[in-house]
């Protein structure tokens, strides 16, 4: 018998589906275990090999990981989302409530939502960790930079996605922080400066085109900012912040890995 | 114990929690070897979990900490205490270590190990224990939703998202263009700019603490009091109108706060010289425009000269300039709360006419 399932086991490593697949045997020894890292696309992220007290919990927290991981999370069950989901005044506060009475045990909405609290706690966490073992030093302080703008942007994520369930609780959070934005020196028509700019009489910034209006896209929260919020949250903000972790993915390998003491 | 709550009630002002915190934070930035030591944690966290069921007994207490939106705070402040406490005590063991002349602790396991299994299976762990733990939390709570958008129904207090109630907290003390713009973007920008302006080669790669006295403290001040305590403030103690309010008290609508606060130019003209300000604006915001400038061009060097003089020599003069200004920005924010508590100074520069108020 179990020679039998050791034969079936050997036909299937060997099947030429197998190995178009595996280009490797099972990672049970020092040459197959880099070649795994090698010829893995997510694995090869990694070196084949890691100095031992860099990769301890003790030393990383794993908060990079945790973050990205919650990342992905936040992709899967926002796309599900997206499925039941329409950005209009008309229907987005009734498929939210669809989604709430429908679906039986479901917790899509609550995994996406606590995951995007987690995930602002998790960058926090390892902003604090990499500053507490002086890994922006050299030659690490371009990537830290970048780190800096994946912070901001995991807070636009869940500061935009926040309007989207478009209750009470999404408008007015969201009013009081944009409100904000028609303070901004120049650009705000209630900020310092703005008065000056302007070609005669006419002022150049009013609260007709100024920079709360291009958050808002509108003088005040409309259907057009429940749909550019909903843009910049599924699309514009997740594409950005792509392309910036595989930066700062690639560069923790190219400024040499894990940091350590020198 | 109701009369514990009152006490506690009585005592909780922003006044109070801030001034006890920064005490409390720069006794422990002073004497860290000794506040790092399990003899002195494990009390602390004993009266942290007591006062915090203590806390949870209380109605209006119970029922704010336990709102959904509210418990990411809770986990927020038990992970950065733990996570504080933790990697202060390893830089303060490798403090130790240094001056012994011993192996730091990062250097204990110099070896190089294969990524698969040693890391890969660290990260499969985690990504399972956070998996469990997301899925407990929402089987544990609900994701909130209150009534329908309606532009016409303001809430009262209405609330940013928690992880803006700092900033939103600083609106107490400056205005949007300060607090919502701003400050902001200096917290992003001195963020990007610490590696450049942080001329120390210690502590890279390991974690220290005593090398680093002066970055630690100043991160941590920033971390800590300008940006938790501040959301804590913001989340638990602000009721309506943005009123304060004790942890255990009623956020009662009508609660009326007198507008005691006044300009430094009313403080001027009209306090102290009694002739009723200037129609010029320049010549009634004239003091207070000297001591903002002042406050920004004529401390640095001043600085240079004093107690940064050392800092000055490391860093070249763009850069001391760059560290002294963001060191300056972020100074001004408990300036300007002593100054409120003390003399109920509301602006010192008070431009309304061109929303220039600082």
């Given at each position: 018998m179990n020679s039998k399932l050791k034969q079936i086991q050997k036909q299937i490593v060997e099947s030429q589906i197998w190995k178009s697949i595996f280009?490797?045997?099972?990672?049970?020894d020092t040459r197959t275990r880099a070649m795994v890292v090698l010829s893995n696309v997510f694995l090869?992220?990694?070196?084949?090999?890691?100095?031992e007290a860099g990769i301890r919990v003790g030393y990383t927290w794993c908060m990079g990981g945790i973050t990205f991981f919650l990342f992905l999370v936040e992709a899967v069950t926002g796309i599900l989302l997206m499925f039941y989901y329409r950005p209009t005044a008309e229907y987005a506060y009734s498929d939210i409530i669809a989604l709430r009475e429908h679906v039986p045990l479901g917790i899509m909405r609550e995994l996406h939502r606590w995951g995007a609290h987690a995930m602002v706690i998790a960058v926090w966490l390892h902003m604090f960790r990499v500053f507490m073992t002086g890994s922006y030093k050299p030659p690490r302080e371009f990537n830290w930079g970048i780190g800096v703008v994946l912070l901001v942007l995991t807070l636009l994520l869940s500061f935009t996605g926040?309007?989207?369930?478009?209750d009470q609780l999404a408008i007015w959070a969201i009013a009081v922080g944009s409100n904000m934005a028609r303070a901004t020196p120049f650009l705000g028509h209630e900020g310092p400066g703005a008065s000056l700019l302007k070609i005669g009489d006419m002022n150049l910034v009013h609260a007709g085109d100024d920079a709360r209006f291009g958050l808002l896209a509108g003088r005040m929260i409309s259907e057009a900012t429940l749909l550019r919020f909903y843009v910049l949250h599924c699309i514009f903000i997740p594409f950005v912040a792509s392309i910036l972790m595989a930066i700062h993915f690639w560069r923790v390998r190219k400024d040499g890995g894990i940091s350590g003491p020198m | 114990m109701e009369a514990l709550r009152h006490t506690i009630n009585a005592f909780a002002t922003p006044t109070t929690i801030y001034l006890s915190s920064v005490a409390l934070f720069a006794i422990a930035m002073w004497k860290m070897e000794i506040v790092v030591k399990p003899l002195v944690m494990i009390p602390v966290v004993i009266v942290t979990v007591l006062g915090t069921i203590f806390a949870l007994t209380d109605d209006h207490f119970f029922k704010l900490v336990t709102l959904p939106d509210n418990i990411p705070i809770t986990i927020m402040l038990a992970t950065v205490g733990y996570f504080t406490w933790y990697a202060l005590k390893k830089g303060v063991e490798n403090d130790k270590r240094l001056s012994e002349n011993r192996p730091l602790i990062e250097q204990e396991q110099d070896r190089r190990v294969m990524t698969w299994p040693n890391l890969v299976y660290i990260e499969f762990i985690c990504l399972i224990a956070i998996t469990v733990f997301l899925i407990f939390w929402s089987i544990g709570f609900q994701a909130p939703l209150e009534e329908p958008a309606n532009p016409t129904v303001t809430p009262n207090p209405a609330k940013a998202p928690w992880y803006f109630l700092g900033l939103q907290e600083m609106l107490v003390y400056f205005d949007p263009w300060l607090a919502g713009v701003v400050f902001p973007g200096l917290i992003v920008v001195g963020l990007m700019a610490l590696p450049y302006i942080d001329?120390?080669?210690?502590?890279n790669g390991y974690y220290s603490f005593k090398d680093r006295r002066l970055v630690i403290g100043y991160y941590l001040f920033g971390f800590l009091i300008q940006w938790v305590l501040l959301i804590v403030l913001g989340t638990f103690m602000r009721g309506p109108g943005w009123s304060f309010f004790g942890p255990f008290q009623e956020w009662d609508p009508h609660k009326v706060e007198a507008l005691t606060n006044i300009n430094l130019s009313e403080l001027l003209w009209?306090?102290?010289?009694?002739?009723?300000?200037?129609?010029n604006i320049l010549l009634r915001e004239g003091v207070g425009i000297v001591v903002v400038l002042g406050y920004l061009v004529a401390l640095p060097p001043l600085l240079a000269k004093t107690i940064f003089k050392k800092l000055y020599q490391e860093l070249s003069f763009i850069r001391f300039q760059i560290m002294c200004f963001l060191f300056l920005a972020m100074l001004s924010l408990p300036i300007k709360m002593i100054l409120r508590w003390t003399i109920n100074l509301k602006y010192i520069v008070a431009i309304p006419e061109f929303f220039f108020n600082i």
């Open positions: 280009r490797h045997g099972m990672p049970d090869h992220l990694h070196p084949v090999k890691s100095r926040y309007l989207l369930p478009w | 001329p120390n080669p210690k502590g009209v306090k102290l010289l009694n002739i009723g300000l200037p129609k």
